[in-house]
């Protein structure tokens, strides 16, 4: 998207920044830039107002100012995702942190005339809290986002991703700063370590831990792999980051490149996220420009740069060896470990893998300090979550919460709880990899101790709700982060089948237990789900299910089952229901009666839920 | 040079080709470029077809077969022509919840073609994608770079009727 700040865009004089008051002075400079506006109007350009006309809303703001005479009071910028996309397009005014949403073209004639002529808030276009029926115009009011923790994200949705001033103003480069000129590697390392920060990419290993192995590995070329291939189907935490913030994962980058010893980064991004792959390389052009990247950085002996790898359609690249055989030219197929990355990784070559937002947490932790990152979240699972909140919810979007916030504060504090009064379900942190979460458990801490507990994970962030007439088959995990909110209208049997359908599909071919066995599996549940399944197939899917985690090559078929396998436990009178009664008391399967399933005799065990 | 500025739509065939010459030197011949070669085959040719690839393996200095295993290994890589415009259903996790599977379904349907397939008046090409990032309006679906939201089944046709 593109701003009327063009030209008159503040943009330093500086060549090269060489030192701390180099910063300093564009710090000085963006602020007296600044000043010169009154107002500041974000405009949020993340995805989901993106698909929503978020451009045809900024050229309405931006005619309107010019019609009332106002461009030089309010500056219009261009930021990526706020988060709250099902508000969309939003728009947050500066400084009295005024939240409008759900804005159309038509809308922003009045808006300016009211907000900035009349200088009272235009109350039909902020947040409507559907559950008090009141408007809430300002942005800390709003429940999304109150309970939000924004370290990460900070600043994604509040600063132009186009502008390495605006970053810098914000703190920018100063980490970078801080560890080239005043910390040892080894104590980047222990910096890393002693915050407790652990990979965010699903894996949850502790960072400071992999980068040491690497840094101890002597190797005139070393490599840090930024990993944004996203795989999970539900999942958009990582592009968020990286469209607007991208300059947070290139400092992150460098950062750990100086920790390890490494002079070259690589981010492996997946070819649909053309916005990311856009605004990745337009921030490291800037940043080699006035020299944050190349030779020499700050004038000292460290060089860094970093290019951009673009996936082609595959999730198994997700996984650290498969990517690194991607980067490499390869068929993404992962391979056996030992050896590891930061041993022998890209090229042979000692290297480190991390996930965005674990590398979008390295800059606040030399900056801030150790003890002040491991204030938030509990004690072995320190900071914060992105989720990717989706599914039958009323608020979705991108949540940033401290590590141990409640899935029933997220879902229903911030997520607004299930549309038209529906009943929750099931939630499904952690996607495709992971297990289902039901009502009861809804008090689980999300970090990484307490859900494999319950058999899930938190994954990557992904975090997908459904309602009761989805029909599911998942286990938990904090995972990536997808977080899926299901209602009473999910088919768990359908769910099951849709995540089986997407292993079966990636599945890289290499190992048998992967390849043939989630076909098999697949085939099960398609059968099932038609109304021709058997006796013993619940019993033929569990046992299949556990032979492939056990045997299977690579995370992928190792958790494939999991979904399977976590419905089956959770929801096994559905599948019953369907296997003996023909019935899906969702109403999803087309080829069955829908519900109510009436509760014949057929060896079905009511659920503890209903009794 | 990005991918997304490649300007390729008057060119002819010879044209074409040199354009690929020149990525391919510009990439110094490393097989580990290969994947970025293929990404600026397929923007430049539409799909990467079997003269493609042998130019491709000949000026690599690769084996066809590598070229081949690697292209047919990517999903976001096609061997044959595409229609005009190109179908993306979301089946992210959340537009499933919400009902994607129904659209896809439908489109199959009124299209007569499988996910992957071209129509036989290279009207349209069907594809799944998994997640675009507009979860909270799903379900939704992609014709080439415009996203329509919210969708049930029954407005299909007429979205449709837009793309010539
Ligand atoms: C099938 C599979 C897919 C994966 N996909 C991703 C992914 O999309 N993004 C990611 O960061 N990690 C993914 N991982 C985990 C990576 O292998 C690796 O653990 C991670 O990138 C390490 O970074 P972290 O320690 O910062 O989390 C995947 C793993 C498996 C087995």
Redesign the pocket.
Same mark, same amino acid.
């Given at each position: 998207m593109n701003s009327n700040r063009g030209e008159d865009m503040y943009q330093t004089g500086i060549e090269s920044v060489r030192s701390k008051k180099d910063l300093e002075t564009i710090q000085a400079e963006f602020i007296q830039y600044g000043k010169k506006f009154p107002w500041r109007a974000l405009v949020c350009s993340g995805a989901s107002c993106m698909s929503s006309n978020c451009q045809g809303v900024k050229d309405a703001l931006e005619s309107a100012l010019e019609k009332y005479e106002l461009q030089s009071a309010v500056d219009v910028v261009v930021t990526g995702c706020m988060g709250a996309c099902s508000t969309g397009p939003t728009l947050i005014i500066e400084p009295e942190d005024v939240f409008y949403c759900g804005l159309q073209p038509k809308d922003m004639d009045e808006l300016v005339r009211i907000h900035f002529l009349e200088k009272t808030i235009c109350r039909e276009k902020t947040f409507f809290n559907l559950n008090t029926g009141e408007y809430i115009p300002y942005l800390k009011d709003v429940p999304f986002f109150k309970g939000q923790e924004k370290i990460v994200l900070q600043n994604c949705g509040r600063i132009d991703f186009r502008s390495v001033e605006e970053y810098i103003a914000n703190d920018g480069y100063l980490a970078l700063h801080k560890a080239l000129t005043q910390m040892s590697r080894n104590q980047v390392i222990q910096e890393i370590s002693d915050a407790k920060l652990? $990979?965010? #990419? $699903? #894996? $949850?290993?502790p960072?400071g831990l992999?980068w040491k192995l690497a840094s101890k590995n002597e190797s005139d070329d070393k490599y840090v792999i930024c =990993? &944004? =291939?996203? #795989?999970?189907p539900g &999942?958009f935490m990582?592009r968020s980051l990286l469209e607007g913030d991208p300059h947070g994962i290139i400092e992150g980058m460098a950062i750990g490149g100086y920790a390890i010893g490494a002079n070259r980064g690589v981010v492996y991004v997946k070819a649909e996220y053309s916005k990311a792959i856009e605004r990745t390389e337009e921030a490291i052009r800037r940043a080699r420009e006035i020299n944050l990247l190349g030779e020499s950085i700050f004038g000292t002996d460290f060089s860094f740069d970093i290019e951009i790898r673009i996936g082609a359609g595959a999730?198994? @690249? #997700? +996984? +650290?060896? &498969? /990517?690194i055989a991607s980067v490499e030219g390869e068929r993404g197929e992962?391979k056996l470990k030992p050896p590891y990355p930061s041993d022998a990784g890209l090229f042979n070559k000692p290297t480190v893998? =991390? =996930?965005?937002?674990?590398?979008g947490n390295v800059a606040v932790i030399i900056l801030k300090g150790a003890a002040w990152y491991s204030a938030f979240g509990t004690e072995e699972s320190t900071g914060t979550k992105v989720f990717a909140l989706a599914g039958n919810i009323n608020n979705s979007g991108l949540v940033e919460v401290p590590m141990g916030t409640s899935l029933r504060e997220i879902l229903f504090d911030m997520g607004g709880g299930i549309p038209e009064g529906k009943k929750f379900k099931a939630a499904l942190p952690g996607g495709p @990899?992971g297990g289902c979460v039901t009502e009861e458990h809804l008090d689980v801490p999300m970090d990484f101790e307490s859900l494999p507990e319950l058999g899930a994970t938190t994954g !990557?962030g992904e975090l997908i709700c459904m309602d009761e007439e989805t029909c599911m088959v998942i286990c938990a995990t904090i995972g !990536?982060g997808e977080l899926i909110c299901m209602d009473e209208e999910t088919c768990m049997v359908d769910v099951a089948r849709y995540f089986m359908e997407i292993a079966q599909e990636?599945s890289c071919g290499k190992c048998i237990p992967c390849r043939v066995g989630t076909r098999r599996m697949l085939e099960i549940l398609e059968r099932i789900a038609k109304g021709q399944g058997k006796e013993g197939d619940i019993e033929l899917l569990v046992e299949l299910g556990n032979v492939i985690k056990d045997s299977a090559f690579? $995370? /992928?078929g190792?958790?494939a089952p999991n979904p399977v396998l976590s419905t089956i436990e959770l929801f096994r009178d559905e599948y019953e229901e369907h296997i003996h009664d023909h019935c899906c008391r969702a109403g999803i399967c087309p080829d069955l009666s829908g519900g109510p399933c009436e509760n014949v005799e057929s060896g079905a065990k009511p659920s503890d839920k209903e009794l | 040079m990005s991918i997304a500025t490649c300007r390729v739509d008057t060119m002819d065939e010879q044209d074409k080709f040199a354009l690929l010459t020149q990525v391919i030197e510009e990439y110094e011949r490393k097989p580990s470029n290969l994947i970025q070669v293929l990404h600026y085959a397929q923007s430049i040719f539409g799909f990467v077809g079997a003269d493609v690839q042998r130019v491709i393996a000949q000026k690599m200095d690769l084996p066809l077969a590598k070229i081949t295993g690697v292209l047919t290994f990517y999903s976001f890589f096609s061997t044959a022509p595409r229609g005009r415009h190109i179908i993306s259903v979301c089946l992210g996790t959340a537009c499933f919840i919400r009902g994607g599977q129904p659209i896809l379904d439908h489109l199959k349907e009124i299209l007569g073609i499988d996910v992957g397939e071209t129509t036989e008046d290279q009207r349209f090409s069907l594809e799944i994608r998994r997640c675009i990032g507009a979860c909270g309006m799903g379900p939704s679906l992609i014709i080439d770079e415009q996203v329509f939201k919210r969708l049930n089944v029954s407005g299909i046709e007429q979205i449709l009727d837009e793309f010539e």
């Open positions: 652990r $990979g965010r #990419g $699903g #894996g $949850g290993f960072t992999k =990993n &944004a =291939n996203e #795989g999970d &999942a990582d999730f198994i @690249c #997700g +996984e +650290e060896t &498969a /990517l992962p893998i =991390n =996930n965005v937002e674990t590398i @990899c !990557s !990536s990636e690579c $995370g /992928l190792q958790t | -």
